[in-house]
């Protein structure tokens, strides 16, 4: 049986012709350093965080060095290599107000960027607009983006989310109305009349929106039952099939009428995969904060307990923004949110895992991941694994209410940790940090970006990551091999392009001659095709694989020559 070798995802060294080796960044693997993704002078704030298929991300954020809240977005590649300028590539210096709202980003299916956000450029009310960013930086809707809404309204927190066909639809709060467009990836509106808007009595807030079947969505609101601020809110869901046509009735269906939805509580969807969503949030009905979930069938039935599934019914206990994960495939949901005593003065992590049928699979009162103390829990965010969910958080020490601490724990079906160190360091140095969010890339690998602090009072932005097996930095796999050392005759050069569609041609150097093997590997370290097995004579050699009969994804390709061995990775996108 062949010996099994860790082989990094990418090397930190890239060899050129000239066999010279030129560092360049990683994943980072020391929790007192973390990454600066940007720490320039002036306030680096509100960033944002979203996968791409390579393994690698984008990070967003508002940058005030200028003056103005600018925004900017960085790409690092599936090593972690910073893949655009120091400081990020420059999105959008139109004006902002002197205060931000919030905006929201996420990845389309070829992988570009998609950013909405609110400015003032057209005036002093704030309007949305959209971009779409390649991952070579290319602003693939114009220099400005595309303008969603201008007008006198009041538009704010706008979110983006990616049908099933690869088309995009923003929805986004205007005044006390909210509102749906749908986009073609050209930016073309896909939609007639370009802009669906739900009629309600007294106003709506807060929309999300997810994919559903059949390149349709599912928005979620919050309706307003009367003119006052402290009438109830009751929370509705809307779906809309790719024409834009109502499916569930002019008015939605209620998700939640219970109230108690104060003006903090910002409750958020998830897509099931079958034509659902799974709705998540806190409230402060009979005066008491907890948190639920609901199943929104395709049908616009509720699968769970009307109202919502409590989370945790432990007693004296109180829960407050939570967060869900869904693997891919399970019909499971996990649940964290932060919980606290019924006096607020300690706080804790806590889980709850829902079956198909909303049944709570870790007891009434769910689990204490972070058991209550006097140290703070806050801002958790979760991601799915295959077999479980991470959810990363802040923890400050008891008595300090400036600084903390990054933390993750990863828990398995069961709800039992799976890292014998648990929970996880991500950033041990303690700052002044905020504005927590995480993402997962297709490796499994956890990325968490946040505001810091420590060398910059009004705020940088930094990155951690960690591996699913509770490790940071850079996450080896398995590539069978014959144990034999790292590769000291020969140097693999590359692969161009990479990302490739149907073919890619991989280069090598030989500083003498020998039997050279060039295997392929898929993700899980199978061997998949044997390109080359043969002597070969000292120099730069090439050769073409194509791919149009695999699915995408990621790669590895291996030289072996004169007992030696070294591997890469590729990305095929179809």
């Keep these: 049986m062949k010996n099994v070798k860790a082989i990094p995802l990418l090397s930190a060294a890239v060899f050129c012709l000239c066999l010279a080796a030129n560092s360049l960044a990683q994943w980072p693997d020391d929790p007192l350093a973390n990454m600066p993704i940007c720490d320039t002078s002036g306030a680096q704030t509100i960033p944002k965080i979203a996968a791409t298929s390579d393994g690698g991300c984008y990070v967003c954020w508002y940058d005030n060095t200028s003056g103005n809240y600018d925004l900017y977005l960085q790409r690092l590649d599936g090593s972690g290599q910073i893949m655009w300028a120091e400081n990020g590539l420059l999105i959008s210096d139109n004006p902002q107000d002197t205060w931000l709202t919030d905006y929201d980003m996420t990845v389309d ?68 109305f909210v509102h749906v467009r749908k986009l073609t990836p050209d930016g073309e509106d896909y939609w007639s009349p370009a802009v669906i808007t739900p009629s309600s009595t007294y106003g709506m807030s807060i929309a999300r929106i997810a994919p559903a079947e059949g390149d349709g969505i599912i928005l979620q609101a919050l309706v307003a039952t009367g003119p006052e601020y ?56 009979n005066n008491i904060l907890h948190a639920y979930a609901q199943h929104v069938l395709s049908d616009g039935s509720m699968a769970w307990t009307a109202n919502g599934v409590l989370l945790s019914s432990a007693a004296g206990r109180l829960q407050m923004e939570p967060a869900i994960a869904h693997p891919a495939g399970s019909e499971d949901v996990y649940l964290f949110f932060i919980t606290t005593d019924s006096n607020q003065n300690q706080s804790g992590v806590g889980a709850q895992r829902l079956n198909a049928a909303g049944e709570r699979q870790w007891g009434s009162g769910g689990l204490d991941l972070v058991p209550l103390s006097y140290n703070t829990c806050w801002y958790a965010q979760a991601v799915p694994m295959t077999d479980g969910a991470v959810v990363t958080y802040f923890e400050s020490p008891a008595g300090d209410v400036i600084n903390s601490r990054v933390k993750a724990i990863r828990v398995a079906e069961d709800g039992s940790p799976v ?22 890339n297709p490796l499994g690998q956890v990325l968490a970006v946040w505001q810091d602090g420590r060398s910059d009072s009004d705020g940088d932005i930094y990155l951690q990551n960690v591996n699913p097996d509770g490790t940071l930095g850079e996450f080896p796999i398995s590539i069978p091999d014959d144990g034999t050392p790292a590769p000291e005759s020969f140097f693999l050069l590359r692969n161009y392009p990479n990302p490739f569609n149907a073919g890619t041609t991989i280069e090598y150097y030989l500083d003498k001659p020998g039997a050279v093997e060039i295997a392929i590997f898929d993700i899980a370290g199978r061997k998949i095709a044997t390109l080359n097995h043969e002597w070969q004579a000292a120099g ?22 004169d007992g030696l061995f070294e591997a890469r990775k590729m990305l095929h996108l179809k």
């Design 109 to 176: 299916q070829e992988d570009n960027a998609l950013v909405v956000i609110n400015d003032i450029r057209s005036g002093g009310d704030w309007d949305i607009y959209a971009y779409r960013i390649s991952p070579a930086g290319g602003f693939l809707w114009g220099d400005d983006g595309l303008t969603i809404s201008d007008n006198n309204g009041f538009e704010v927190n706008p979110r983006v989310t990616v049908t099933t066909d690869g088309n995009i639809v923003v929805g986004w709060q205007e005044d006390d």
């Design 230 to 285: 402290w009438d109830p809110k009751h929370l509705y869901a809307y779906k809309y099939d790719a024409d834009g046509e109502s499916q569930w009735g002019d008015n939605g269906v209620v998700v939640s009428n219970a109230g108690g939805f104060g003006p903090q509580m910002r409750p958020d969807i998830i897509a099931d995969g079958a034509g659902g969503v799974y709705s998540y949030w806190y409230d402060s009905r």
């Design 419 to 440: 890292w014998d160190d648990s929970p996880v360091v991500m950033s041990q140095l303690l700052s002044q940090k905020g504005y927590l969010q995480a993402a997962v």
């Design 540 to 561: 730069i050699h090439r050769l073409l694989w194509t791919a149009e009969h695999l699915a995408s994804g990621i790669y590895y390709y291996r030289i072996s020559a």
